[in-house]
């Protein structure tokens, strides 16, 4: 099972980019006991009806090529240093509340504010404080890897032809209020078999258009007079900090929920993310075998 | 990229897991190496000498990109902000 998904096992003649038609390998048999071991309780009504046996075999799906785990988990550590260390700098210009009026760190309109982010106890709970510089050398630094590691997966997703899989469609939209009614138990007509469903192609194609504005909005503040063409587009320097930092937010929103989803998904799942493949769910064996008779 | 499912021995699935598994622990563990030995650098003017460096090169494509003597674009008074932001006054006592 190596990336180009020619492994076999049981040292069968079998050809290496194919299934193994229905009955001559027992494609369908795992060990569940060993999966169950490894904490896929949840996800085991999801996982091919198992038994023990000599050949234990389980159906796999390839869902994440290793460039594309690789890069995900590199972005991870990346993410979390520069919004750590835009809030080391964020913190110093919550030093003048007043002075500052609130105009660009707060939910509100015009002189009227609902709240500001952050509270003190945030910065002192983190130990957040007196950091200015700090928090710069490292923005400057990471934005570079966090640049980087983007434009390389941007550029191999399309290379790939990954970007199919991303994109959304124009039924995306509606395909992702399905999605999102499924999982609010509100809708029981079945998710359709894809490799990333409606919300998701929203969701994953969304955060790495952030993530250029991220970029965008970081150089307008980085260079406002020298690339004051970017800037002024983006509404002048306030807006540019508006925008830089109502994206850090999302970022935060994108990642509880991506999270909570994974949660949701299981074992099998998240696993995908580190070795590429996934356990098929069992639907989808049980029509494979069925379309080949 | 969209390849054919294909079966394999459990136990696959488990040996890769573990390898990916501790791969992961291995890489998570050197980035936090990087991380304290970036940080256990001698400083230069308050900074751990690759950040001071990083800071330098950025100003180095800075310069390289823009011209120096280029004046910056002016607005008529009227766009003036009554109170502009800044970023604090600590330390500015000490060095006045």
Not at chain 1, 174 to 197: C, D, I, M, T
């Amino acid at each position: 099972m190596n990336e180009r998904n020619d492994v076999r096992q049981d040292g069968s003649s079998s050809p290496p980019e194919k299934s193994c038609p229905p009955g001559e390998n027992l494609p369908i048999e795992a060990d569940a006991l060993a999966l169950s071991a490894q904490g896929e309780e949840s996800n085991a009504n999801r996982e091919p009806d198992l038994a023990a046996g000599k050949q234990a075999k389980v159906r796999v799906e390839y869902k994440h090529s290793l460039a594309t785990r690789w890069m995900h988990w590199i972005n991870f550590p990346l993410l979390f240093l520069m919004i750590y260390s835009g809030i080391l700098i964020y913190w110093a210009d919550s030093q003048h509340e007043g002075l500052n009026a609130h105009h660009v760190y707060r939910v509100g309109i015009g002189d009227w504010k609902l709240f500001r982010f952050f509270s003190w106890w945030f910065y002192n709970s983190f130990h957040l404080k007196y950091q200015l510089a700090q928090g710069l050398a490292y923005h400057f630094f990471f934005m570079w890897f966090f640049a980087l590691n983007g434009i390389v997966y941007v550029l191999y997703t399309f290379l790939s032809g990954e970007w199919r899989n991303l994109i959304p469609t124009r039924h995306s939209f509606a395909g992702a209020s399905h999605v999102v009614l499924h999982y609010l138990g509100l809708s029981e007509r079945p998710l359709p078999q894809q490799k990333f469903n409606e919300a998701q192609r929203i969701a994953y194609t969304g955060v790495v258009l952030m993530g250029m504005g991220s970029l965008l909005t970081g150089l307008a503040i980085y260079k406002p007079a020298q690339i004051h063409v970017v800037t002024g587009l983006l509404g002048g320097y306030e807006m540019a900090r508006w925008f830089h930092f109502w994206l850090t937010l999302f970022y935060r929103a994108f990642f509880l929920v991506h999270v909570a989803q994974v949660i949701r998904a299981g074992w099998n799942n998240f696993r995908a993310m580190l070795i590429g493949y996934q356990v098929a769910p069992i639907e989808l064996v049980k029509q494979d075998e069925v379309s080949n008779g | 990229m969209d390849k054919m499912p294909l079966d394999i021995e459990s136990g696959e699935i488990h040996r890769r897991t573990r390898r990916s598994v501790l791969i992961t622990g291995a890489a998570a563990a050197i980035g936090g190496g990087l991380w304290r030995w970036l940080n256990s650098w001698s400083r230069i003017d308050g900074l751990n000498a690759p950040f001071r460096g990083v800071l330098d090169f950025n100003a180095a494509i800075a310069r390289g990109l823009f011209r120096e003597e280029a004046r910056a674009p002016e607005y008529a008074r009227s766009k003036a902000v009554r109170s502009f932001g800044r970023n604090g006054d600590i330390k500015y006592a000490e060095l006045l």
